[in-house]
Nanobody
Framework: VQLMESGGGLVQPGGSLRLSCAAS????????MAWYRQAPGKQRELVAIVSYSGDKNYADSVKGRFAIYRDYDKDTVDLQMTSLKPEDTAVYYC??????????WGQGTQVTVSS
């Protein structure tokens, strides 16, 4: 599976951004699709995940502010981010795994929250 992210950029605190990720070269069914992020000097962390059945989970730090959406027909996953804070600044990565347990990552997109 190949993953391509888009939608990152610079936004002021309190603003919103929507990240998109499109999957291609799919041979086996995709199970989970997720968004991770990695801030400078920190480990990569899970932000949000949606399973094949539609179950969603979020990191405590983004609950109520971020929402993950999956389009099963288009094999895309979006991350709607609202009420952004400076601590949300990071490189955001799209992630997917398939029924064979293979894991794929996108190249990452930078999100910077600053005034």
């Amino acid at each position: 599976v190949q993953l391509m992210e888009s939608g990152g950029g610079l936004v002021q605190p309190g603003g919103s951004l929507r990240l998109s990720c499109a999957a291609s070269n799919i041979i086996f069914r995709i199970d989970n699709m997720a968004w991770y992020r990695q801030a400078p000097g920190k480990q990569r962390e899970l932000v949000a995940i949606v399973s094949y059945s539609g179950d969603k989970n979020y990191a405590d730090s983004v609950k109520g502010r971020f929402a993950i959406y999956r389009d099963y027909d288009k094999d895309t996953v979006d991350l709607q981010m609202t009420s952004l804070k400076p601590e949300d600044t990071a490189v955001y990565y799209c992630n997917a795994d398939n029924t064979w347990g293979q894991v794929s990552w996108g190249q990452g997109t930078q999100v910077t929250v600053s005034s």
